[in-house]
């Protein structure tokens, strides 16, 4: 991803320094309402990747999971090693209407490549409407408490990996951080296929209105 300005920690570009002032860290870090420690994403929801993503996620293309995994590994740095990797749980209502967790399969095929464990230590205890279109704060109410760690004991100190396909405002993301955290996880980072570029909020908006039909299953 090429981005002139980005945050220190969780990496979301900006178009110019003013929101990372004074330490490099945006509003999200600075407060600390993030949680995870860092993102990492292969590139933007846009062009290829996009079409990529809806077809493994929306027309269930689940082959797709094992080259979109490399993909996931080739985002990772150099020198990062995790304990655990924990796919982003879907609630089971969703999972049962889509026939399968896209970033569960995605989470196995990373495994395979780097041969670090998956555990599905998150529960979705919540059935939260879907994101698309919702700003930023009503994305934070929507998730707040939506998760839950399974296992604390299995938890407790690790350096976790938290795997889904698409970061949007990274409201679900710092949900099912904090829930990890709460558990006594040690680290938390966020690895996706893609996250949306939010410094152009209008393509932005249209991405989101184009995932919502997707879901309902018009075209893709
Ligand atoms: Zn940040």
Not at 146 to 157: I, K, N, S, Y
Not at 171 to 199: E, H, I, K, P, Q
Request: a positive charge; aromatic letters at 8%.
């Amino acid at each position: 991803m090429v981005a002139e300005f980005a945050c220190a920690q969780c990496h979301t570009p900006f178009l110019n320094d003013a929101p990372l002032r004074p330490n490099g860290l945006c509003a999200l870090c600075r407060s600390g309402i993030a949680m995870y420690q860092a993102v990492y994403s292969y590139g933007f929801y846009e062009g290829p990747l996009r079409q990529l993503v809806h077809l493994f996620k929306y027309q269930g293309i689940s082959a797709l999971s094992e080259p979109l995994g490399q993909l996931l590994v080739a985002a990772l740095p150099r020198g990062e090693r995790f304990d655990v990797i924990v796919p982003l749980p879907l609630h089971w209502w969703r999972r049962y209407r889509r026939g399968f967790n896209q970033a569960a399969l995605l989470a196995k095929a990373v495994s395979r490549a780097t041969g670090w464990p998956v555990r599905p230590l998150l529960r979705r205890v919540k059935n939260t409407p879907a994101q698309a279109g919702l700003t930023r704060s009503a994305r934070r109410r929507n998730v707040a408490g939506a998760f839950r760690a399974a296992d604390a004991e299995q938890l407790r100190g690790k350096r976790v990996l938290l795997i889904d396909d698409v970061l949007t405002t990274g409201a679900t993301a710092a949900a099912a951080t904090a829930a990890l955290r709460r558990a006594g996880a040690a680290r938390v980072a966020v690895l996706t296929l893609a996250r949306v570029d939010r410094r152009q909020p209008a393509l932005a908006l249209q991405t989101n209105a184009v995932a919502q039909l997707a879901a309902r299953g018009v075209g893709a």
